[in-house]
């Protein structure tokens, strides 16, 4: 990722230089089609957005938003787990980010916390930017599909539609509140390793060690982002409605 200027009076943009030689031409495609689609529609303040696209013979260029805050993976190493107040602002706006894709047909499907910004480098007033749609398919409304995500970890494998999104949600948010993996506490996992855990028990843990010292509320929508039935899984426009957040 590049830092730009379209021109003397554009604010800075992101410009990803993506090498043709070494992308999966599909790939490339499923973004910017995602990309597209939430431009097409309005945009969202909580999604790095669209501003332009080109290429050439040896490279793709998108022009995005510029967010400096860096990624919440690395907020959770320097920093640790968030507080509730904080992860509920947060959450909030992943929410209102996801029940926006999901109202114009479209999964992300590869949602972690290397694929969430922040608007700032201060944990305590920066705002959500999501971003990183190459595994984004459109879904229309109504159909069933399956996928299995890059990054298995941060979503139960073979799932359909827009709950995979809810799912990774709950990986997310336990993940901010304890400050580990539910499906790796002592971060010593292969990322098949944690895909095989999950097949065979997607349960979180809910030790007193590991969440004690979080709210009812807080715990209520873990599991119910992380419900193992697809279809009884709370959606983005619910989680909108909890209390917790």
């Known amino acids: 990722m590049l830092l730009s200027t379209v021109s003397r009076i554009s604010p800075k943009v ?9 992308t999966n031409s599909s790939a490339f495609k499923t973004e910017t089609d995602a990309l597209l689609r939430i431009f097409d529609n309005g945009g969202h303040p909580n999604i790095s957005g669209l501003r332009d696209m080109y290429e050439d013979h040896n490279f793709y260029y998108l022009i995005l938003d510029l967010v400096t805050g860096g990624e919440m993976f690395e907020h959770l190493i320097h920093y640790g787990a968030y507080s509730e107040a904080d992860a509920a ?14 109202g114009v047909g479209v999964v992300h499907a590869d949602l972690k916390p290397e694929n969430l910004l922040l608007s700032t480098k201060n944990r305590m007033d920066g ?11 459109y879904v229309a409304t109504g159909l069933i599909y399956t996928y299995v995500c890059a990054q298995i970890s941060f979503s139960q494998p073979l799932l359909y539609r827009f709950q995979m999104d809810m799912w990774s949600v709950g990986v997310i948010l336990y993940i901010m509140l304890t400050g580990v ?14 895909a095989d855990h999950i097949r065979q028990n997607p349960e979180p843990p809910f030790s007193r060690e590991l969440v004690g010292h979080l709210s009812e509320s807080a715990g209520d929508l873990i599991l119910r982002l992380m419900e193992r039935d697809p279809a009884k899984r709370i959606t983005a426009y619910e989680m909108l409605q909890h209390p917790w957040v």
């Open 89 to 102: 602002r947060l959450m909030y706006e992943v929410a209102s980010a996801l029940a926006f894709l999901h």
């Open 14 to 22: 992101a410009l990803k230089k993506i090498s043709r030689r070494y």
């Open 181 to 194: 993996h539910p499906f790796d506490v002592k971060g010593v996992s292969t990322d098949d390793e944690i």
């Open 127 to 137: 705002t959500i930017k999501m971003i990183d749609f190459g595994c984004a398919p």
